[in-house]
Nanobody, 122 residues
Framework: VQLQASGGGLVQAGGSLRLSCAAS????????VGWFRQAPGKAREFVAA????????DYADSVKGRFTISRDNRKNTAYLEMSRLEPEDTAVYSC????????????????WGQGTQVTVSS
């Protein structure tokens, strides 16, 4: 499966953005999707993930209550709705897909899209 992330941009603190992760390939519905982010000088970190059926989600504590992950398997697309953005959310956000379990482990994701930059100004 090939993934393409989009929707990043510059937003003021307190604002919102919606990221999209468009997938090619008919097998998208069988993969769990995760969002990860990496800020300059920092390690990649888990943000959120959703199981293949859309029924199970997981969030990093830092974004819980502010971000919502979802997917539309008919459109082969996953989304990350981000609200109440903070300057600390500034990073390159990437989506990834896997069917190995361990949603928070980036090493289990076999497919990655290119990142999209999210910049939150104070």
């Amino acid at each position: 499966v090939q993934l393409q992330a989009s929707g990043g941009g510059l937003v003021q603190a307190g604002g919102s953005l919606r990221l999209s992760c468009a997938a090619s390939g008919r097998s998208f519905r069988s993969y769990s999707v995760g969002w990860f982010r990496q800020a300059p000088g920092k390690a990649r970190e888990f943000v959120a993930a959703i199981m293949w059926d859309g029924l199970t989600t997981d969030y990093a504590d830092s974004v819980k209550g502010r971000f919502t992950i979802s997917r539309d398997n008919r459109k082969n697309t996953a989304y990350l709705e981000m609200s109440r953005l903070e300057p600390e959310d500034t990073a390159v956000y990437s989506c990834a897909a896997q069917n190995a379990g361990g949603l928070r482990n980036p090493g289990l994701y076999g497919y990655w899209g290119q990142g999209t930059q999210v910049t939150v100004s104070s």
